[in-house]
Nanobody, 118 residues
């Protein structure tokens, strides 16, 4: 099993920055990919950014150039640096880990609220 816990959300003005953190525990060796998703009120959850074990990253178009996903394998940490925040970035942000050996499974964090005021 893999467990993930997020932290770092909050209230920020438009144009500001926040850094989200996620700590993974459990069967860390089996993690294949980690990602940040977000869900705004009344909208579906969407993938924001992902990073593989070889640090290949992927971003949704709306955050390219503003957000940076990174991981510190030694500390079992995942980060999302969010710059130039916009009101439309307001959402609950979730950490996600894809893990497994013989089959792939997923673990979600409880979510952290990010609110960007205009």
């Amino acid at each position: 099993q893999v467990q993930v816990v997020e932290s770092g959300g909050g209230l920020v003005q438009a144009g500001g920055s926040l850094r989200l953190s996620c700590v993974a525990s459990g069967s860390i060796f089996s993690i294949k990919m980690m990602a940040w998703h977000r869900q705004a009120p009344g909208k579906q959850r969407e993938l924001v950014a992902s990073i593989t074990t070889t640090s290949i990253t992927n971003y949704v178009d709306s955050v390219k150039g503003r957000f940076t996903i990174s991981r510190d394998n030694a500390k079992n940490m995942l980060y999302l640096q969010m710059n130039s925040l916009k009101p439309e970035d307001t959402a609950v942000y979730y950490c996600y880990a894809a893990w497994g050996t013989s089959s792939l499974r997923g673990s979600w964090g409880q979510g952290t609220q990010v609110t960007v005021s205009s």
